[in-house]
């Protein structure tokens, strides 16, 4: 008669584990430090292009070890490298977080505004670097450094390095213990007083280097022989910009002339990219980051790639060289990542700022659609139209800044005429342009013959006190600009589509196609870290990115 209280005693675990909840397995400790990579002008498709001939420790490791998204888009039309740094690292569009291109018309002060411009900020560095006034006051919401601020009572510690000031102070955001970008004037690493009143010591030891000095007696050559370069055009095209001191544009480049003039040349060389890395693990050891008890960040944005795409177009062999030495650039930041905190104690984010249109000459070449709009016959166009309509007078107080027209409104009012009778005016005789598509009104942006998808785009570029009255808008493969290099700008595919790769403590290995923003980001890695995204947060976590 023993077998009944055993079989009841069975019984009762057995109902006592249908009783338990399901247990969830315990969330990932948060990362020591978060590294926020940004490559200025990397289009979607420099992932693959350059795939065979990436080694296994740059793009491969975080590709095959992370997690890549490989549909991601801006979701804004104004594509340029201050709105991207914003958007990454805000979670959020223009129309939200005010950073509606690298400058702006201030109808206020009747004067053009740059992007992180800042009167009240001076310049924190060497005594003989050019005047400026930059913080990120401009910038109207938090950042994700700012949020984990917040999250840790300002324990953590946040750093902003890149070649350009935008990017570094965009990145680093408000709360940060500092930003620092590259005076070329004086091959020097500066900040601002928003930031701090003197450089700290890491960096004035960095500087004491004359890393710049160094690279410089290089000069740039191929890494591997030019006949290799089998994913790019022939070297020295007619519609590439022949650097200073160079008759043509091939290889290779030699770096001679006054220093200020040097530096400069540098940005515009793979040496650009070393010295930013550099830098970026003089922050990583001088701040002694990721060796606290909370997260860190440190934000790194590599800004040599656009200078080069600009330059050069992004079939050139100059561009795929840069490529293929960053891919060695980021191997070697990792190692030493893995070295400073240990390899599972990171996180790490890739992402581009923007894309960039072929140099239209190129697709010309080719047969495809493309081509150029000479500036001064759309200004002629506008001002002419305007004087046949509405008689003499300055109607429009900036024109052609990030392709909108902003107009004297107090003229308007006192000719009694309206932004919308403007619009027709304009529309009838800009249309007749080759290449321009349409204009459209960004206060009733709702109503303009687009579809949907496109309307989106606008709608999030649009911040009422920041952009223009009208906005242009050009075919696919035509901008406005002069037959040497290219640029980006436009709400079409090439120039919003970047990749976005995570990598690291916290991260599940995959992929995924569907649609996802560079606003993404910044959520998603909020949910990791257990705490509040950016406040002006659009995007929205990636959740199959990141591990159960």
Known sequence: MLFRPIFLLSFCFVANAWAQPARNPSPPLAPKLVVGIVVDQMRADFLYRYEKKYGASGFKRLMKGGFTCYNTQFEYAMTATAAGHASIHSGSVPAIHGIVGNDWYDSSQAK?????????????????AI??????????????????????????????????????????????RGAYWFDSRTGTWVTSSFYQSQLPAWVEAFNARKLPAAYSQRGWKTLRPVAEYT???????????????????????????????????????PWGNTLTKEMALAALK???????????????????????????????????????RLDQELAHLLKSLDSWVGPDNYTVFLTGDHGVMDVPAYWQAHHLPAGLIDPRQVSQTLNQSL????????????????????????????????????????QESLTKISGVADLINLRTVAQANLPDSQLSLYKNSYHPQRSGDLQLIYQPGWFVGLPIGTTHGSAYTYDRQVPCIFYGRGIRRGETWRSTSPSDIAPTLSVLLRML????????PISEALRP
Do not use: W
């Not at 606290?292 to 050069?312: C, E, M, N, Y």
């Not at 995204?533 to 929205?540: E, N």
């Open 231 to 269: 994913e790019s055009t022939a070297d020295d095209q007619p519609y590439e910009y022949k650097l200073p001191g160079k008759s043509t544009s091939s290889f290779p480049y030699e770096m001679a002339g006054p220093a200020g003039a040097v530096f400069e040349l540098l940005t515009y060389t």
């Open 533 to 540: 995204p950016p406040s002006g947060t659009t995007g929205h």
């Open 112 to 128: 053009g505004m740059y992007c992180v411009e800042d009167s009240s900020a001076r310049l924190v560095g060497h005594p003989n």
């Open 131 to 176: 005047p400026v006034r930059f913080s990120p006051r401009n910038l109207l919401v938090t950042t994700l450094a700012d949020q984990l601020a917040l999250a840790t009572n300002f324990r953590s510690k946040a750093i902003g390095i890149a070649l350009k000031d935008r990017s570094a102070i965009l990145s680093a955001g408000h709360a940060a």
């Open 286 to 324: 001088g701040e002694n980051l990721g060796k606290g008890t909370t997260t860190d960040f440190l934000a790194i944005s590599f800004s040599t790639p656009d200078l080069v795409g600009h330059s050069f177009g992004p079939t050139s062999v100059e561009q795929e060289d840069i490529f293929l």
């Open 387 to 426: 004087l046949d309509a509405f008689g003499p007078g300055n109607y429009i107080q900036m024109a052609q800044m990030n392709d909108q027209l902003y107009f004297n409104h107090a003229l308007l009012r006192e000719k009694n005429v309206s932004v919308s009778a403007v619009q027709q005016v304009l």
